[in-house]
């Protein structure tokens, strides 16, 4: 009898080099998430005394600061609806206007398509003045719909790109199916091509809902001064021009991080999955 020949997997050098720059970078982003979490449990003067030590106990009183010394609860609500609304109506409007672009070839959709891209070359310290102008104009200044129309005009580039790339990939045939069972161009989207879309829709949901949950400046200009704005907002107050309370700063931030984080791991497969499919059939 012939005995059987161990196959093996080479591994090429570039690979190597790949999965080390990669461990790396992880290092890197990791270095001050792990500085925040053990920050968070130590007090101001053991942070000052020695940043990098590991707390020598579960020193929970930052966190009554936190709550006791501002308006956080406040704060988390903003955030909430900020995100939660913003994410929404994101859902609602952009994968509809990715659908008409994508689904009706012409002239015109195909320079509003151009039109939505250019507005992503833009970067927002430039508009931000006349954007600010403009909620003023419309009496959103100072409101939660200042932002929230902001974030929703913001993601159409983005979204539009991601969600047009996503579309080439189903097949047209499954449409015309559901047009000859008598359903509108409305249900048809809504109810046959929507529900294909869940990993491209996960992945929007995902980026989006960081970058406004973790968002700074926009509610620390757009929102009124003298009330609890945002949790990056709100934790920014307690760092002074000559005084910092960096054990509350990084409770507070610890308490951001969570939520993203669970929401991040929940949709995980299917961020990555929307990422990579939208990549490779646009």
Request: aromatic letters at 14%.
């Amino acid at each position: 009898m012939k005995k059987k020949e161990k196959g093996g997997t080479r591994v090429k050098p570039a690979m190597i080099v790949i999965f080390a720059l990669t461990l790396v970078l992880a290092v890197i982003f990791l270095v001050p998430v792990f500085f925040a979490l053990i920050s968070a449990f130590k007090s101001n003067g053991d942070i000052l005394k020695n940043p990098l030590a590991l707390p020598t106990s579960l020193y929970l009183k930052n966190f009554q600061d936190l709550f006791a010394q501002s308006d956080f609860v406040t704060a988390i609500k903003h955030s909430l609806i900020l995100t939660v609304v913003s994410e929404v109506l994101i859902v609602c409007i952009v994968p509809m206007a990715a659908y008409a672009i994508e689904r009706r070839q012409s002239k015109a959709t195909a320079l509003v398509y151009t039109y939505f891209l250019a507005g992503m070359m833009i970067p927002f310290h430039l508009y931000m003045f006349p954007l600010f102008k403009e909620m003023r104009t419309f009496h959103i200044y100072g409101t939660l719909t200042g932002p929230i129309l902001s974030y929703i005009a913001g993601s159409v580039g983005f979204g539009t790109l991601l969600y047009s790339s996503f579309l080439k990939g189903i097949p047209l045939e499954i449409e015309e199916a559901a047009r000859i069972d008598g359903c509108n161009p409305f249900q048809t989207f809504w109810q046959v091509t929507f529900p294909l879309l869940g990993p491209c829709t996960a992945s929007m949901v995902v980026l989006n809902g960081l970058n406004i949950w973790n968002d700074f400046l926009l509610p620390f200009l757009a929102l009124p001064s003298n009330v609890a704005k945002t949790i990056t907002v709100e934790v920014y107050s307690f760092v002074g021009q000559y005084t910092a309370r960096w054990d509350i700063v990084f409770a507070g931030t610890v308490c951001s991080i969570v939520p993203a984080l669970i929401i991040f791991i929940m949709l995980q497969k299917y961020f990555v999955k929307g990422i990579t499919a939208g990549a490779a059939k646009g």
